[in-house]
Antibody
Framework: EVQLVESGGGLVQPGGSLRLSCGTS????????MSWVRQAPGQGLEWVANIKGDGGEKYYVDSVKGRFTVSRDNAKNSLSLQMNSLRVEDTAVYYCARDGSALYYWGQGIPVTVSS | EIVLTQSPGTLSLSPGDRATLSCRAS???????LAWYQQKPGQAPRLLIY???SRATGIPDRFSGSGSGTDFTLTISRLEPEDFAVYYCQQWGNSQWTFGQGTKVEI
């Protein structure tokens, strides 16, 4: 059974940093692209970033370029999202998802609140 | 960025009705990377359709997807009570995923 579990969310002040993690099991992690998707309160879905199986390609939505960094540890079957210079508008539930021709499997999501 | 526009914003129907949801792209989309998701309150999205018309594992056959180019459709042939939710289309192009703004199917 494929499982994705996010951790590391919480409350942070504007300008602060936070690191999200996504632990995975049930599939060969290194063979798959992985994505982060977020959803602001009461809003729709917004893709944030993804990373190729070997970590050699990464893509980001324009609004987080230069502030967020996606990475992975294939030995630990783990995905990360380092979020710096956080803004109030980054407040959302963040999901990790297994990527491919669609986002096939999703974690349960982790809330991130940016507020003073 | 390829913009996806979903219509209608809200669809008010009854169990047993047919639901037709539209997703229109601002430019041609590779159908291989066109997907539909269902999301219920407090839950993560669930993949319904990938490749514009292929049902994901475990998805009932009352859900079907069609379309190509810039126009795509999700059809629910006979609504069940558990189908009332928000539906999103999604595409990959220009090195990013984009989502439509969602269609809420309500009773």
């Amino acid at each position: 059974e494929v499982q994705l579990v996010e951790s590391g969310g919480g409350l942070v002040q504007p300008g602060g940093s936070l690191r999200l993690s996504c632990g995975t099991s049930g599939f060969t992690f290194k063979d798959y692209w992985m994505s982060w998707v977020r959803q602001a309160p009461g809003q729709g879905l917004e893709w944030v970033a993804n990373i190729k199986g070997d970590g050699g390609e990464k893509y980001y939505v324009d609004s987080v370029k230069g502030r967020f960094t996606v990475s992975r540890d294939n030995a630990k079957n783990s995905l990360s999202l380092q979020m710096n210079s956080l803004r109030v508008e980054d407040t959302a539930v963040y999901y990790c998802a297994r990527d491919g021709s669609a986002l096939y499997y999703w974690g349960q999501g982790i809330p991130v609140t940016v507020s003073s | 960025e390829i913009v996806l526009t979903q219509s209608p914003g809200t669809l008010s129907l009854s169990p047993g009705d047919r639901a037709t949801l539209s997703c229109r792209a601002s430019e041609n989309v590779n159908s291989k990377y066109l997907a539909w998701y269902q999301q219920k309150p407090g839950q993560a999205p669930r993949l319904l359709i990938y490749g514009a018309s292929s049902r994901a594992t475990g998805i009932p056959d009352r859900f079907s997807g069609s379309g190509s180019g810039t126009d795509f459709t999700l059809t629910i042939s006979r609504l069940e009570p558990e189908d009332f939710a928000v539906y999103y289309c999604q595409q990959w192009g220009n090195s990013q995923w984009t989502f439509g703004q969602g269609t809420k199917v309500e009773i």
